[in-house]
């Protein structure tokens, strides 16, 4: 973004505080998201209005067309869109020339007014009042072709964000799919708990951990790799069943599959056996897809994946010589390393237990 255009917006936000305008007030007492109003007003029919239904509604500018002495524009929130229409007559010269003057898209505004439907069928909230709520000084990314540049997509997420709605949707699909992870383990009587996160010893995995030093007792420790051991003394201690949903810290670069810092879910069963963890497994698996898609089938990078019950068992010794002819229980580190040697790249640590994942991974 040039300087000139960042300038000129800081120079708009100084012309409305010299109206006596504040362009960043605290608070707005919204009635209605976009997804209620959506839901409470869909009944009503084309060029019908409903003046009766007073509402107010919030959210960021993300288009905007101007029609001389009216203009419709969209507010996006976190629940969706919804089509503004604002005219000069009804809101008055002054504050319609404010509208003019000082909205444009990125900004956040407030709108009162009431519901209907125009013509073309979209479901519009016609204008009674409008405040601004935040002024924007930083233009919008290009909503047609969005941001191609992967260190802006990775770096500046929340830009991101805006511009791709895929993106923001895969967010809150995640956060809908941690939800119901909780769901299902407490359902299942498994007691959520929260364990440290600086170790004395690095254990729970294998991996190289962050060191970090604790001034009050002049020792160096390990930000986590795994929450297990901590877990497990729940286990002695008398829990049953217990499960954390948390972070991890694993000092071992950077890839699709891997984030240095990421989180986990690990639980602990008493009185259950692996036949059991996997039950566990496939109902929370699949009982999660089914109630976030509406189906145990989903389409990914365009190939199918079958989440429903029951799955197929397979041993993972016996699984892996089939397909890729090295034995992980009898075959020495060597024979391992070579077998991953022709295939691609070896782990980032190399010791068994990691050749033995990597091979997983092969197959």
Request: charged share 30%.
């Amino acid at each position: 973004m040039s300087d000139n255009i960042r300038n000129q917006k800081i120079e708009e936000i100084n012309q409305i505080r010299k109206l006596g305008i504040n362009p960043f007030p605290a608070k707005f007492e919204r009635t209605h998201t976009s997804q209620e109003l959506i839901d409470e007003f869909s009944d009503i029919s084309a060029g019908e209005t409903r003046e009766q239904n007073i509402l107010k509604i919030c959210g960021r500018v993300v288009a905007l067309r101007d029609h001389g002495k009216s203009s419709f524009f969209v507010l996006k929130d976190y629940y969706g869109k919804v089509q503004v229409y604002i005219r000069k007559k009804e809101i008055g010269e002054e504050k319609f020339e404010f509208f003019k003057k000082f909205v444009s898209i990125g900004d956040f505004v407030g709108i009162t007014g009431f519901p209907f439907r125009s013509h073309t069928g979209e479901l519009t909230v016609f204008t009674n009042e409008i405040i601004l709520l935040s002024k924007s000084i930083r233009t919008m990314p290009e909503k047609f072709h969005g941001i191609k540049d992967k260190e802006i997509i990775y770096r500046q997420r929340y830009v991101d964000l805006i511009s791709n709605e895929e993106s923001f949707n895969r967010f809150k699909i995640r956060f809908r799919a941690i939800q119901l992870i909780r769901e299902f383990m407490n359902g299942r009587k498994f007691v959520e708990v929260e364990t440290p996160m600086l170790h004395y010893i690095s254990g729970g995995a294998t991996a190289r951990p962050f060191v970090t030093h604790l001034n009050a007792f002049d020792i160096d420790m390990y930000m986590r790799i795994a929450p297990e051991l901590y877990l497990k003394r729940l286990i002695v201690g008398g829990f049953d069943r217990v499960y954390e949903i948390n972070r991890n810290f694993r000092n071992e670069g950077v890839s699709y599959k891997h984030s240095p810092e990421f989180t986990m879910m690990e639980s602990y069963q008493a009185f259950a056996d692996f036949n059991d963890v996997m039950e566990l497994t496939e109902s929370l698996l699949s009982s999660v897809t089914k109630e976030i898609h509406g189906t145990y089938k989903i389409l990914y990078q365009g190939q199918e994946i079958d989440f429903t019950p029951p799955w197929k068992r397979v041993r993972m010794d016996e699984f892996i010589k089939e397909h890729l002819g090295v034995d992980i229980t009898n075959d020495s580190d060597e024979v391992l390393c070579s077998k991953l040697k022709e295939k691609g790249p070896l782990p980032v640590i190399q010791d068994k237990a990691h050749f033995i994942e990597a091979l997983w991974d092969l197959v």
